[in-house]
């Protein structure tokens, strides 16, 4: 997939397409292929990015969503293993607020981005079961390694 | 015969008791009556004449007709004219009038003045039978002194200011003059022959009989007595009576009763009384201790609050000097005052100074010391009055107390705090208050020397007074607050700060002064100077850091080989480029939320049209006054970026020239930013054929809150309408 600042992003890859990729083990490849994963950012670009960069490791977009009533829906609607979630949204609710419901409604657990370490947000965040957090700005390779390591913890 | 006329007098009194103990002489005189110089003559008990003697006739200018009702006309001195004849008088009432002065009217209308005895003649049996006359003429020049003097007593006894009667033994009434009549408020004739003691009140008759009968039978000479009379009316006056004998050779003749009303004096005397009585008990009862001392501070008298404050008892203070209870270290001074006070001509003192109780408590008590003097200016004695104090001196102390602790905790505050009155004189001031303005103000003075007058705003130039804020609170009794100035001190330097003048009221809510804190603001001033400083140093290092990034993109374009990557360097050196020029908007002058939205719209126009080849014109047909939020910018440049550069490439139609209008407006809650050329437009469907970068152009504006629209106008309109959610929020 092609960079946002080269290119413009195509839709994302639809459900069911399998997609091969360097992988160690079966048990691997099996989990990659059904692993499908939310994207909450509101930043078009960043979103458009992590977008590129975790179907170009095999794994399916359940939905890039940019507003936490969006977020919630498609939660709900396509149930993904996982959601990566920026902290910071605009709005009423930040990621901290969008994570707790979508846990408690549709058991989603998130992978948290944000600029801040602040121990406040994340003891607020933890009746949500994070299963990690990624400091912005981040490099791709450490996204897909936080994103290896939450898929062989559930 | 050869007596003076008071011998005749007296025996002619003799003569005529003599006679009338004769009840023949009524019949017949004695011949020897006819030679007498005397006035003669007799009346039976009707009042008809049965004899006279020449003398008689001589006076009376006529010889009177036996038988007929004697008209011998005999008035007493005094009474006036017209009354009954002391002939008939006698008749009426049988007593004895003795050497009366009187007056004789002739038959010609003159009177002559005359002494007369007139008496009374009874039988065996007591009936009156007659009356036996005697005058004797006193109109002769010898006797006229005494005539006169005889008018001049009886005028003044008739008119005295007292009542005066006379009174025989059984206390019936002989002769009573005019104030008499007044006193009792009856009628000379109502009086007269009445019994005097029937007119006493009958609680104090009896007291009065008991004494009359003691001087009638010679016991006393006289008594006096306070005694009720009952007027005619009913009312009891009260008289004050003086009843004396007279009498012959100790033989009682009749009593003179001469008697004043002293009802009013008597009534004066009682509301005295009570009044006095009234004027013990305040002073007795007062709630204040007073006492009176004489010149050795020896107390005389004292009231219940002198004993309750000093718990002795009325004895033993009455024993005490007032130096006795008084606290030693106080007594000399008040020896010393006191000692003054009785020396000089009346002055008042006061002191405050600490009493010793019976029970050894000390209390402090305030004394004020006054005197009395006689009408020379001596000292007579010596007024105490005393209040016991210690409450209000504990109050005042616990009040000091807290004074004390409320400045201390001024004092302490970090914050320069003064006080004023209402007028704006300085009452208090703490000490960082004196760091602030750099020297210390006057207390007493105005706060205009020490701060308003070395007030300035904060852009440099003076405060005018009436502007300053402590003036305005105290002129407008309210608190001023959100005005920052400037403090010039006595070096120089000017300290910026914050005032937060408040009135102070009293319970009854007038103004009675202000209290000002003023809150030293020069760090923070500080901290904002240096913060700007870094925000524009920031500033700087972002924009040198992206313009820096384009450059490198430029110089990656310069150095490939390959056309696509050329071509693919080129449109992320467009992109990063509109980025650059967006930022060189921000941070202008300061502003770190905002900016101008003319300025951006220039700045990225004028940045994309760098690149465009050949003679196209990016006109800016309207752009909307406004400010947008620092996050709408970097999505606004590329969305602007992306319109332009497909504008360039397609909507020229091939050619090398055109014109792109660009115009940024404000809706009601939204913005609407358009991008117009004169190509042959587009669907907006048919954009995935495309690489034109319109989805970022969505998905941006998206992330504004918006959408992208196209149309057809009939060249290309591509309208993105956004929000400012930042400022939204």
């Known amino acids: 997939m092609a960079s946002p600042l080269l290119a413009c992003p195509t839709s994302p890859v639809p459900r069911g397409t399998a997609v091969f990729a360097p992988q160690d083990d079966l048990s691997g490849q099996i989990s990659k292929a059904a692993a499908r994963i939310l994207i909450v950012e509101d930043d078009f670009i960043a979103a458009s990015e992590i977008e590129a960069v975790l179907s170009d490791e095999g794994y399916q977009i359940a939905g890039i969503a940019n507003r936490a009533q969006d977020a919630v829906r498609l939660a709900k609607a396509e149930l993904p293993d996982l959601a990566i979630m920026d902290i910071r ?56 390694a936080m994103v290896r390591q939450a898929l062989a913890e559930l | 015969m050869g007596m003076g006329a008071t011998g005749y007098r007296d025996g002619m009194g003799a003569l005529a008791k003599f006679l009338a103990g004769l009840p023949r002489v009524l019949q017949a005189p004695p011949e020897v009556i006819e030679l007498l110089p005397l ?69 010609d209308g003159t009177r002559l003045p005359v002494v007369a005895h007139v008496h009374p003649v009874e039988n065996e049996g007591g009936e009156l039978i007659g009356v036996i006359t005697c005058c004797l003429d006193t109109s002769t020049v010898a006797a006229q002194a005494l005539r006169e003097q005889n008018q001049r007593l009886a005028v003044t006894y008739e008119h005295a200011t007292v009542g005066i009667a006379e009174i025989d033994a059984e206390g019936r009434r002989m002769r009573v003059n005019a104030t008499a009549c007044a006193v009792t408020g009856r009628s000379r004739e109502e009086l007269l022959g009445g019994n005097v003691f029937d007119t006493v009140h009958p609680e104090d008759r009896e007291e009065d009989l008991r004494q009359y009968r003691r001087l009638v039978a010679g016991d006393i000479d006289r008594y006096s007595i306070e005694k009720r009379i009952v007027r005619k009316d009913g009312a009891a006056i009260w008289a004050s009576v003086m009843c004396s004998a007279v009498r012959d050779d100790g033989e009682f003749l009749y009593a003179v009763r001469i008697f004043q009303d002293i009802t009013d004096a008597k009534r004066a005397a009682q509301a005295l009384a009570e009044s006095e009585q009234r004027l013990a008990a305040t002073y007795e009862h007062a709630g204040i201790a007073i006492s009176e001392v004489d010149e050795r501070g020896q107390l005389l008298r004292v009231n219940e609050a002198a004993c309750a404050i000093t718990g002795y008892s009325r004895e033993e203070l009455l024993g005490l000097t007032i130096f006795d209870v008084t606290h030693p270290d106080d007594r000399d001074a008040d020896v010393e005052s006191f000692e003054q006070q009785t020396i000089d001509a009346g002055k008042r003192y006061a002191v405050e100074k600490r009493l010793i109780r019976k029970d050894g408590r000390i209390i402090w008590v305030s ?123 006595p070096d120089g330097t000017r300290a910026p700060f914050i005032p937060y003048p408040t009135p102070l009221r009293d319970e009854g809510d007038e103004l009675i002064g202000a209290v000002n804190m003023l809150v030293d603001i020069s760090e923070r001033k500080q901290a904002e100077a240096n913060q700007k400083v870094l925000l524009d140093e920031l500033s700087h290092r972002v924009k040198n850091n992206m313009q820096m990034l384009h450059s490198l993109l430029r110089a990656a374009q310069r150095e490939t080989q390959s056309a696509e990557a050329r071509a693919v360097l080129a449109d992320a050196g467009q992109r990063v480029g509109a980025m650059a020029a967006a930022q060189q908007v921000l941070y202008e002058a300061g502003n770190a939320v905002s900016y101008n939205a003319k ?131």
């Open chain 1, 89 to 144: 949204l605009l709005g009423r609710m930040d990621g901290v607020d969008v994570a707790l419901q979508i846990f408690r409604e549709s058991g989603v657990r998130c992978i948290f981005a944000t600029a801040h370490y602040d121990p406040a947000v994340r003891a607020r965040a933890q009746p949500a079961a994070p299963l990690g957090w990624l400091a912005k700005p981040y490099a791709p390779h450490a996204l897909i």
């Open chain 2, 39 to 107: 006035a003669v003559f007799a009346c039976d008990a009707s009042g008809r004449l049965l004899w006279s003697n020449r003398s008689a006739a001589e006076l009376w200018q006529s010889a009177g007709s036996p038988g007929q009702l004697c008209d011998f006309k005999l008035y007493l001195a005094g009474e006036g004219k017209g009354l009954e004849t002391a002939t008939a008088r006698v008749l009426r009432i049988p007593t004895a009038i003795l050497g009366a002065a009187g007056m004789a009217e002739r038959r």
């Open chain 2, 367 to 489: 004394v004020t010391s006054s005197t009395v003097r006689d009408r020379a200016g001596r000292f007579l004695y010596g007024i105490r009055v005393m209040r016991d104090i210690t409450s209000r001196l504990r109050a005042q102390e616990a009040l000091a107390a807290s004074e004390r602790r409320f400045r201390e905790l001024l004092e302490g505050l970090p914050a320069a705090v003064y006080t004023t009155d209402a007028a704006g004189r300085i009452t208090f001031y703490n000490q960082a208050a004196v760091e602030l303005a750099g020297v210390p103000p006057e207390i007493g003075r105005s706060d205009e020397q020490w701060i308003t007058r070395r007030l300035y705003q904060p852009d440099g130039a003076p405060l005018p007074r009436e502007e300053c804020p402590m003036v305005i609170a105290l002129r407008e009794n309210r608190p001023v607050r959100g005005v920052e100035a400037l403090l010039e001190r």
């Open chain 2, 599 to 729: 300025d951006f719209l220039e700045g990225v126009c004028g940045g994309t049209k760098q690149v465009f080849t050949g003679n196209i014109d990016i006109v800016i047909s309207h752009c909307a006054p406004e400010r947008l939020s620092n996050d709408t910018a970097m999505p606004l440049a590329l969305i602007l970026n992306e319109l332009l550069t497909n504008a360039a490439k397609y909507g020229v139609n091939g050619r090398d020239e055109g014109s792109i209008r660009v115009h940024l407006t404000k809706e009601l809650d939204s913005f609407e930013l358009v991008v117009e050329d004169d190509g042959p437009g587009f669907e907006l469907g048919d954009v995935n054929k495309r690489s034109s970068g319109l989805g970022l152009v969505s998905g941006l504006a998206r992330q504004l809150g918006g959408a992208l629209k196209v149309e057809r106008a009939p060249g290309a309109r591509c309208r993105v309408q956004f929000f400012d959610r930042a400022s939204v929020h």
